[in-house]
């Protein structure tokens, strides 16, 4: 599919009058017709919820938007906590999946309210010890091990990766968890990340409805909810057919009839907990090109580098490239478009097609509204981009300024010395 910024070239003048290059811009409509959909889809589950992965955007101005859509978050440490609850999210709105847990973030998302998602077995000591009891409302993630193969090309090695439990750590947790106090259980996994398919979300809730079925017989525990976490993912190439959520949905409520509704559980209320397919589409990298260069290759450079976007760095990740106002222009010119990191991955795109750009045109960077603006660092000294919300009413908010040098400098006990620099 073709694919078209959510801005037009009149627009980004307009608000590069105020805001100079680069910056990150979300989509409003975008976000919230996608949550809307979301929970269309899934509406046959009464309960159902979004949980907001906030590590994909982490900005209060967006959690709220997604809020006003109905939907909670997902932490996975103490500032996404703290953000959430500025954000007036409550108790069992916010969803504490993490691992590796430092007890001190136990405590505050026990403090919160938030349900707690255990990522090991060892952490059900952890977590009594810090809080002094068990709560009442538990989830556990869960680990299937070996390979889970959607597709030819769509797979992943759970056995490989450090998260969750196995089976049998399952059923004794449920078992521990119960003696110590829990009455209401979940049951968490997240397997393979941006699948392109509509298959993905179908195959994990029947592994997870099976399993359900299995710790209730074996343990007796209330299970009352299973949460599907991330991994529905965004066509970020041109050639990718996007999801279909309704699709999703229906493949998800199929599994729940064939499976948890002849075991009784037809009353188990379906989480999710997705980043990327929240808000992934629904912003952009603006930058500005302020260099030709032609050595043995042609080369573009733009005013913003993998600080503001680093996943086609560190993962050879693609990123749709429009510059705008060219929408139509033939893209016969062949170019690496890059910033000025003194690192050679450096580059937004290698060997792309694009219009014949000149300098001063303005590119924008597409899918960057998810693991965008968030990963970002201040390597090179680089200082981090503002974030610029489109709003339904066309008119334009910072929700969050640019970095200055004095952002950078104030982490040094010698901040004085660098006073002249403001
Ligand atoms: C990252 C993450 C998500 C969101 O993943 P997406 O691929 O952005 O949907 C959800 N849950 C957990 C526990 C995560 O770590």
Redesign the pocket.
Known sequence: MEKRPFVTLEQLKEITKTYPTPFHLYDERGIRENARRLKEAFAWNPGFKEYF?V??TPNPFILKILREEGCGT?C?SMTELMMSDACGLKGREIMF?SNDTPLEEFQFAHDLGAIINLDDFTHISCLEETIGKIPETICCRFNPGGVFQISNDIMDNPGDSKYGMTEDQMTEAFRILKDKGARRFGIHS?LV??TVTNDYYPMLAKILFELAVRLREKTGADIRFINL?????VPYRPDQKANDIMVIGEGVRKAYEEVLVPAGMGDVTLFT?????MLAPYGCLVTKAIHEKHIYKEYIGVDACAVNLMRPAVYGAYHHITVAGKEDDPCDHTYDVVGSLCENCDKFAVDRQLPAIDKGDLLVIHDTG??GFSMGYNYNGKLRSAELLLKEDGSVELIRRAETPKDYFATFDFCKVMEPYG
């Open positions: 992965a590590k994909a997902d996975s999946s997240f990340s941006n976490s991330g991994g529905i993912g907990e997705l980043g990327r397919f998810a693991h």
